[in-house]
């Protein structure tokens, strides 16, 4: 294959002959009135569009070029009588890559294919650096999402996962303004990170001349929101949070959250039920799901079950009746760590999260979370010592939701927020910090609600059986490149 740098020379040598016969190689503005794929349905009509040439082939007088756009491909047909000598030799001077604009009449060529039969083309963006053949692609994994503007030109496929990521974000606020949400904006950076349990990124404000914090969670500024007045709020927000990267996670990401007051997480499952329900339907026309080589469907009622339920399905331990000692032995015997203070109640969880949740394939609502592990969860009313009203929604062995009705006593945040803190005594690094100012919001006076939190790449993911974050994030978080 030929070095990069002399294709580029050879286009840079090109963009000097056209400038010499006083075109300009980058014009400001084209008036471009159809679309490609609109183009395809005008036969027999001028029309007037604009691309990229994918493809050049000249047979003496005439040529074509293969132009796309973002809704598809035609075929262009050039003719030397038609465009005259002058202008028909330009053709030489351009490569694939370049952007071009036409006008023409949409015809049928004699192999049968729907053909733009050129009257007028013009330049308007001369490409120095050659695309990688379609053949041959990106091959290097890294490169296709360091290089994502080549993957997307070259990979129909990466195109569609990122089309269906920007429509499901686009239902989900149709489905949600539907239901007379407040669609709101909350800090990025705070002077104390909260909302849920994560290290946070620390940065510095010069004007200031003090630390602050990258946000790990809308949660805690939206219930301010809802302090103020506000009844049926959300928000779709860019967080941080400077853990580990895996196939489901990425440093920075994407997530939805939702309140609704007067509401608790009976009503909030139930909602975001129905979202995903009509999300999918928009979005695959269908409410059977291809995840990996299953087909699951979601669209019957899902079940709720318990963590207590779960275990003694799948683990075959009577929870209530087990004793702690017995704990210990099983979560040794399985490899399975707590983290902070050790509880029955935080092996409960850990049991369920490593060996349970893989195994929940089709949709599946868990609930009634042990108090431990859910710092901003409501009480349970039935066990209000032990257990919290809390779920997670799982699709595909995968969690997708993670909700709860929200606690609205600034009494028992506070001693929830200090409980924390004798857990990030006992090491465990994720605790959440004490926020008074949050509390004091709190004892303005909050009414019964109902939250939820979901990624939106983790639900792009499931809705386009991809398994891997990177390739439903435009330009995912990637470790520099070494140029040495």
């Known amino acids: 294959m030929e070095p990069i740098q002399n294709l580029r020379k050879a286009r840079l040598e090109k963009l000097e002959k056209i400038k010499a016969k006083g075109i300009k190689p980058y014009p400001p503005f084209f008036e471009k009135t159809s679309l490609v ?45 038609i ?25 049928t060529s004699k192999t049968g294919e729907i053909t733009i039969k050129v009257e007028e083309f013009e330049l308007l963006s001369k490409s120095l650096r050659p695309i990688p053949s379609q053949w041959y692609g990106l091959k290097d994994q890294e490169e296709k999402y360091r290089k994502k503007y080549l993957d997307l030109i070259l990979n129909e496929k990466s ?7 920007w429509l499901m974000e686009r239902k989900i606020r149709e489905f949600l303004w539907q239901k007379q949400f407040w669609e709101v904006e909350t800090p990025i950076l705070q002077n104390l990170y909260g909302g849920t349990n994560a290290k946070p990124f620390i940065t510095r404000i010069n004007a200031l001349s003090q630390d602050m914090y ?51 997480y009976q009503i909030v499952m139930d909602l975001a039920e129905e979202m995903t329900k009509f999300v999918s339907l928009e979005v695959l026309g269908t409410l059977e799901l291809t995840i990996g080589d299953r087909i699951v469907n979601i669209g019957g009622k899902w079940p709720r079950k318990t963590m207590k339920e779960l275990v003694l399905e799948y683990l075959h331990i009577n929870w209530d009746e087990v004793s702690e000692k017995e704990v210990k032995k099983i979560v040794a015997e399985n490899h399975v760590t707590t983290t902070g203070v050790w509880s029955k109640n935080k092996a409960l969880f850990a049991l369920y999260d490593h ?5 929940l394939i089709n949709p599946t609502w868990v609930i009634d979370y042990p108090r431990e592990v859910s710092p901003l969860s409501k009480e349970h009313r039935e066990s209000p010592e032990e257990l919290v009203e809390r779920f997670e929604g799982y699709i595909g062995g995968e969690e997708i939701y993670d909700g709860w009705s ?42 019964p609600l109902g939250g939820i939190g979901f990624g939106i790449d983790r639900l792009a993911m499931l809705l386009t059986n991809t398994e891997n974050i990177r390739d439903v994030i435009a330009f995912p978080l990637l ?4 140029k040495d």
């Open 37 to 81: 794929q609109e183009c395809r349905m005008k036969m027999g009509k001028t029309v007037r569009t604009a691309g990229r040439a994918m493809s050049i082939r000249s047979h003496g007088k005439i040529s074509f070029i293969d132009l796309c756009d973002e809704t598809g491909h035609i075929q262009l047909f050039l003719k030397e009588e």
């Open 83 to 107: 465009l005259g000598s002058d202008k028909y030799q330009t053709i030489e001077l351009l490569d694939i890559g370049d952007f071009l604009g036409v006008c023409g009449l949409v015809i």
């Open 159 to 165: 195109k569609k996962i990122l089309d269906s990521r």
């Open 214 to 264: 990258l946000r790990v969670a809308p949660e805690l500024y939206l219930k301010r929101l809802i302090v103020g007045g506000y009844e049926r709020i959300f928000e779709i927000a860019r967080n941080f949070r400077n853990e580990g990267m895996d196939h489901s996670h990425q440093p920075e990401f994407t997530m939805l959250e939702w309140y609704i007051a007067y509401a608790d």
């Open 355 to 359: 060996l349970i949740t893989p195994k």
């Open 406 to 447: 929200e606690i609205n006593s600034g009494l028992e945040q506070r001693a929830r927020f200090e409980n924390e803190q004798r857990n990030q005594k006992a090491g465990d690094s994720e605790a959440q910090p004490l926020d008074e100012d949050f509390i004091e919001s709190l004892e303005y006076g909050m009414p």
């Open 479 to 482: 470790k520099p490149e070494n």
